[in-house]
Structure formats: structure tokens, C-alpha cells
């Protein structure tokens, strides 16, 4: 339902319609435990139909602004615009903040030590209700430095790198393992690997998964190469890999975009995909339905994982949840750019010293 | 240069760094007026280097919050995370806040009742010291709305849909013709058109300048669909063209994904891109670079639009500017979707009466 304005709709409307009262739109509002999950939903439905959104004064408890959560992300502008992973991240936390009429304070830092600055200055400043903290290292300078300060906080990434933060995380090692169980299944003895900056936590897990699943199927122990996340970066890394004495016949990527980057080096090189080499990219994203051939990817809904990170941190707010959640692993979504290996002995490409690829 | 703690660093060493007064500093953190654009520059960059950012209490003059600009997107959450456009938009927004260590917070909206009420609050709640209006309509109701609240704005669209606000425009006019006279110009006689929703300011202003530019060159009035900006939308109008009776021979779009979307409907159709069907992109961004073929596009740097906006928000916030600022008028690329129009006589596809294309 539409109205002329919303400010002739109350509070009292709100409850009414929802079949409650005023104190419980309030609560539901503030995020603050004693209203049940379905009645909360109710509540916002009620709100949503009557176009009511409550004032700042109403809302601020003890001053402090509960509809706004802080997002901090150290990384290059440029970057954020063209990586889909963070643009479809954000609109998933953005669909559930905007169903509770919340909004996002977004933020570019340069360094951990601006962000953990920031954090504790929107906090003390009563700016925001909580934070989504992200792109975890290993011994996470904000681990220590925010723990203690009362900030309600959700991490996105392993609990064993964001402990004492309730996390919400994707099981990376089981997904690198698909990755390289299915480039093996298809006969590829030499898989390599382009993944995210070396600090990254999840980079970290990914490349000792990596490791570990070649061990096991007993495949050469082929380089892996940590990078930026960027087109430029997925692309050096692939023809550096390309270039080398020992050709891969596959490449696994830890995102869409580096792999398209890939796809345009092995045309270049005068590689065909799949038949020479093999690519498998992260992520997933309309990216790898349009390119020529379509990618292979691993992938999962990017956009559901931010929505469920929203949905933790209201029930983190709320105080009504202190532990981990899991959301799918991603999966093998097989397209055009995956094939089985290349026979030794086929004629075609030779390798850069001009030797036949064995 | 990274120190160990950004909290060591004081206003006194970033004011020393740069060679100003500790006033000259908290002027230019908080947007006032008083020191010259290049002595702000030199201000924010001693302090990026000091890795010194400003505190909450410091930067609040009278209680408002100086670092926070509000933006308000009336889009469905999904559509944020696969357009280009606002992905770009936003990071050239942020490469600007970043430097000078402020943040945006964004909010989607449901209609624009919900987004004045929320502006008005975020300025009164004293929560931003500026906004940035975009997807104006005619007679938008945010002008009148919000024009006596006193909030520093910047619109994003054409002067004559924004007034009395500070604008930052293109001028999707001459485009518009551009894109047609391009086309024209390779023969095709029966170009149509793909827009976003009939109410947008910019849609309209589009739609009578491709009108306006067909009749000028004598060339057949050709269907204009209003649609979305998604995937979808660009699909069905562009199906619904190719079905007509007088299939047009080259179709212009108000964005990249539905052309991308476009090109997939022309291959389902049996039609060949370009020999059969020309299609022309708009905004342009790596999407159009990796289909097959590339897609011909009407490039304008989007990054470089937000910035620009970013920019001349905190010239308002600083009340050293009031008036309009034009950015590059998005101008041709042309790629491998755009070719001479199909001869009449040319054997070939037949459209949907099964008539030869004439």
C-alpha cells in the first residue's frame, strides 16, 4: 500500500497491524531481543505496507543510532567496482537491511590499523549498532584490538581465523577439493593455481587444500600463485604460468575475473580452451556465462551469503546468537571452459622452450 | 608510510607535515571553507601518509557528523549487485570519501515517499553532512520536498529535471544522437531502442532525443521499449522486436546487461550479430569486452562520474559551489556488434511471417 507521505503513519498504526504493541514494534525496530523471529518479521511487514519508518529520535536508545551497521573494506577503489563478488555481497546485505529500514555505512581503508581506528571511532561515536568485518589474515590485527570494546561484530571467514567473532564462513577446503578432484577426474595431471593476496586468510586455506588434494590423488605438485583479485593480476599470473617449462593443462582461480582475464592470455598465446588447457573459476558470476567459452566455475550465491551475514549480525545486535553459521559450500557449476586433459602425445601448442607438452 | 598504531599520531603532526595551522586541518576534515583546494589536498595526503584519521568528537561541529554522505537507491537489491553501473558509480564515489577519510551510507529504498522521509531524517538526526540524489524524475518530489530542509545536495542528472539543486550531468542528448547518426550511417534504416522505466528523467530525455534524431536523418519512427535494466527486461524487449512484423535491423540499449541479454535473445532467433542484427551498448564496462562478439557501446567513465560527484558534493558541503557541472558526454566504441546493415535483397533470416526481411 502507497501513501501520499509517510509521516502521517504512526507507530501505533504499525502495532496495530501487526497485531501488537507499540513497545514490540520498538524493540523489533532497535533490534533488541524479546520479540520472537516470526513476530519481528510481522512487524516489518506491517511497517513495509504502511511505508512507516520510525524517526532517529525514536530510534536512537541512549543515543546511539540502531539502524546503521559499518562495513570497512581495504581494498582499491577501482577494484570494488569491478569485482562482482563485493557489488553482489553488499546487495545481499542491503536486502535484508533495507526490509528492516537499515542502512550501511560503507568505507574504503588504506590499512588494518585505519579500519580498527574507524571501527572504534563509529562505535564510540554511537554511529553504528554493529559491524560486518571481513577478509580475514591470519593473527587478524582486529581480533585482539576489537574483541574488548563491545562492538557487536560478525566476521565473514573461518572461525579458526576469527575467533572470538561469531563468523559466517563457506567450507573452502572442501570446495578446493571438488575443484581438484573434477580436473583430475578428466585426466589433468598438472593443475595449477592463481588465488588471492598471500595474507588473506582464506587464501591460505584454499592453497593448503590445494596442496593436500594433489598429495592425495598423487598429481604433480604444480605452483599456485597468490595475486590481487584484479584483470591485470589474473592476467600475469597466467601467462607466467603459461610460459613455464611445464605447462599446466588446467588452472583453478579464486574468482570470475581473474579467469576471464586467463581465458583472454590463452587466446593470445594461441592456446584453445578447453582443448589445450582447462579453466576453472571462483565465484561465479554473469561474467562466466558470457564469455567465449563459457566458464566453468565454482560457485555459490554470493548474494544469500551477504544476506545471511545481515541476518547474523541483527540476531548478534539482538543478543539472541553468539556462534558460527555455514552457509553452502560452493559447487561445480561445469560449462565450456573445462575438458578432459590434453593426450601427451597429441600433436598441437608446444611449450616455450619449443618442446612438445610431456 | 604504516605506523604500528594510528593512534599515536596526533592533529599537531599532520598540521606540522603539511605546514598549516591545526585549524587549517579540522577545517579541511570537515569540509568547511577557508583553505584552497590545493592545501586541502596537501592536508589529506600528510594525513594518509601519517596514517592519522580525525576523531568522532573532534570532527562533529555542533553534533553533526562531517565524514558521513547519505545516498539513497530506489532499486531492488539484486539488480545493485548485476548492474555495472552502480558498482562503478559507488567505488568512483569512495575513491573520493576514502582520501578524505568519510564514508557513504547507503540505503535502498522501496519509493520515493520512503527516500525523502529518510533524508529528511538523516538530516535532522544530524547522521550526514550531505547527500547525493540520483534517478531524478520529472516533477521529481524530492525537489519540492526536500529543497527548505537546509541538506547539501548533488544531483545526479540533466539541470532542467534538478533545479535548484547543484547537478552533475551528461549530455545523454548528443549521445543519443551520436549512437543514431553512427548507425544511420552504416545504412540501417530501422533502428530501435531499449530504454529504462518511462518515468526516469534521463529515459525521457533519451526516448525524445532519439526520436528527434530519427526524424532529422528521415529514417522510420521505430518502436522505443521502456523496460528495466536487467537481464530479463533486456530479453523480452528485445524478443518482442525481433518478432515484429518490420524487424528492425539494429537496436540501441540504455545499459550493457541488456544488451549482453539481447545478443543471447538474437542468437536464440537464429539471427548472426552483426551481419543480421547491429546492437549498441550503453555505460559500457568489461561485459561488453568479453561477449562474442564484443559489443559496440556508447563509453562513458562511470568511476570517474561518482567521483566527480563526490567532488562537488564536498564543494557544496564547503559552500563554494551552487551550480552545475558537466562531465564527458559518453561518446562511441565501436567493437565487433555494430556492422553495415544487412542488405534488403540479401538472402538471409526472414522475420517472424516468414516474409523476407524488406
Chains 1, 2 share one sequence.
Not at 14 to 41: D, I, M, Q, Y
Not at 104 to 120: F, T
Not at 159 to 179: H, K, M, N, R
Amino acid at each position: 500500500m502507497r501513501r501520499g507521505s509517510t509521516e502521517r503513519v504512526t507507530i501505533r498504526d504499525v502495532a496495530a497491524r501487526a497485531g501488537v504493541s507499540k513497545g514490540a514494534v520498538s524493540l523489533a525496530f532497535n533490534h533488541r531481543p524479546g520479540v520472537s523471529p516470526a513476530t519481528r518479521e510481522r512487524i516489518f511487514e506491517a511497517a513495509r505496507e504502511l511505508g512507516w519508518t520510525p524517526s532517529a529520535t525514536a530510534r536512537s536508545l541512549s543515543g546511539r543510532r540502531a539502524d546503521i551497521v559499518g562495513l570497512a573494506l581495504c581494498r582499491p577503489a577501482r577494484q570494488l567496482g569491478l569485482e562482482p563478488f563485493y557489488m553482489d555481497f553488499i546487495s545481499g546485505i542491503e536486502s535484508v537491511l533495507a526490509d528492516r529500514s537499515c542502512s550501511l555505512l560503507l568505507r574504503l581503508v588504506h590499512e588494518p590499523d585505519e579500519e580498527i581506528a574507524l571501527y572504534k571511532d563509529w562505535w564510540r561515536g554511537q554511529v553504528i549498532a554493529g559491524a560486518i568485518l571481513v577478509d580475514f589474515r591470519e593473527d587478524d590485527p582486529r581480533v585482539p584490538a576489537l574483541k574488548g570494546t563491545g562492538l557487536p561484530a560478525v566476521a565473514v571467514g573461518h572461525p579458526s581465523l576469527t575467533e572470538p567473532f561469531p563468523s559466517v564462513w563457506t567450507d573452502d577446503a572442501a570446495a578446493v577439493a571438488e575443484a581438484v578432484r573434477y580436473l583430475a577426474a578428466l585426466g589433468h595431471r598438472r593443475i595449477a593455481r592463481v588465488g588471492g593476496p598471500a595474507g588473506l586468510g582464506h587464501s591460505v586455506l584454499r592453497e593448503r587444500a590445494f596442496t593436500a588434494t594433489l598429495r592425495e590423488l598423487g598429481l604433480e605438485e604444480t605452483r599456485q600463485i597468490a595475486t590481487g583479485f584484479g584483470e591485470e593480476e589474473g592476467a600475469r599470473a597466467t601467462r607466467s604460468l603459461l610460459l613455464a617449462a611445464r605447462r599446466p593443462t588446467a588452472i583453478v582461480y579464486d574468482n570470475d575475473i581473474m579467469a576471464v582475464a586467463g581465458a583472454g592470455v590463452a587466446s593470445e598465446m594461441g592456446l584453445v580452451v578447453p582443448d589445450d588447457l582447462s579453466l576453472l573459476a571462483w565465484d561465479d558470476s554473469q561474467l562466466c556465462r558470457i564469455t567465449h567459452p563459457t566458464l566453468s566455475a565454482m560457485s555459490h550465491d554470493v548474494h544469500h551469503f551477504g544476506a545471511e551475514v545481515a541476518r547474523t549480525l541483527f540476531d548478534v545486535i539482538g543478543g539472541t546468537h553468539t556462534g558460527h553459521r555455514q552457509v553452502p559450500t560452493p559447487s561445480l557449476t561445469p560449462r565450456g571452459s573445462t575438458a578432459p586433459a590434453p593426450r601427451p602425445d597429441a600433436p598441437g601448442p608446444r611449450d616455450a622452450q619449443g618442446r612438445p607438452d610431456a
